[in-house]
C-alpha cells in the first residue's frame, strides 16, 4: 500500500512529513537548549530596555488613526474646543443650525439691504 | 591576579551615568580608543543592559535615576558584576550627603568591584572590568554547579 499522493504539482506522504516533523522538532529542541539557563521568567529580564524607565501599557504606545492629526488639533485647539462643544451627533440640532443660519443669511440679503 | 578559564565569551559592558560630571565618562571611552583598544579583547560596550555581562556605573545617583539604575541591573541576564567607576559612585565624591542624592551606588544596586579616582585613569577602568571577569567566573562556576 503506498502512502504517497501524487498531483501534477508534486507529491504528498504522510510518513515522510512526519519524519520531517520530528527532524525539526530535534532541531529546535537544539537551539532551545543553548538558551541561558539562568534567565528569570516574570522578572525585568523579559521586559525590553527603555532606558531605563517603566514599560507603559500597550494602549499609551499604541500609534491611533487619530494621532495622525494630532498637530493639526493641537495647534487649533481653541476653535475645536467650540465646535465640539456644540457638536452633539444629534441630527435635529444640524437642522435646526442649518435653518438658523440660513435665516440670518437671508435677512442679511434681504432684509440687511 | 587569577587565570581565565571559564568565561569563554568575549565580556560586553553596559554603561549607564547617573549624574557623573561626564570626566569618567570620557575616561571609559578612552578605554576603547586605539591607545587602549580594550575591543581587541572582545571588550566592548553593548546598547542594552540585555546584552550585557558587566555594568559600569559613574556618577552620584540622583535620587529621579535610583529607579531606572535598579531596573537596568535587573534587566541583566546572569552571571553578572557591576563595576562602580569614579569617587561619586564610590563615596558620594564632592555630592555626598547631599538632599538629592540617592547613592552611593551600593545603596542602590550591589557592587562587585570600585575604582575609585576623579576620574580613574583608563589603566585603572581596564583592571576593574578585568577583576568583574574574574567574578563573573567564579558566578558562572556556581551556576554550572546548581545545573549539574
Ligand atoms: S568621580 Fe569625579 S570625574 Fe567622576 S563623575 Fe564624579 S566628579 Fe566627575
Known sequence: MSFTLTTPSGFWNPLLWLVFLALFGIIAYLIYSQGNPSYKKD????????????????????????????????????????LQAIHTGDMRDYILWYLGVGAIITFILIGGV | MGKLTNFKRSLWVFHASGGSCNACDIEIVAVLTPRYDAERFGIKLVGSPRHADVLLVTGAIPRDFADKLRRIYEQMPDPKAVVVIGNCGTTGGVFYDSYNIAGPIDEVIPVDVYVPGCPPRPEAIIDGIVKAWLKIEKLEKELEGKKE
Open chain 1, 43 to 82: 522578572t525585568e529580564q523579559i521586559k525590553p530596555y527603555l532606558s531605563g524607565n517603566p514599560e507603559p501599557t500597550k494602549e499609551k504606545i499604541q500609534v491611533k488613526a487619530g494621532d495622525i492629526y494630532w498637530g493639526f488639533i493641537e495647534a487649533l485647539k481653541g476653535y475645536y474646543k467650540v
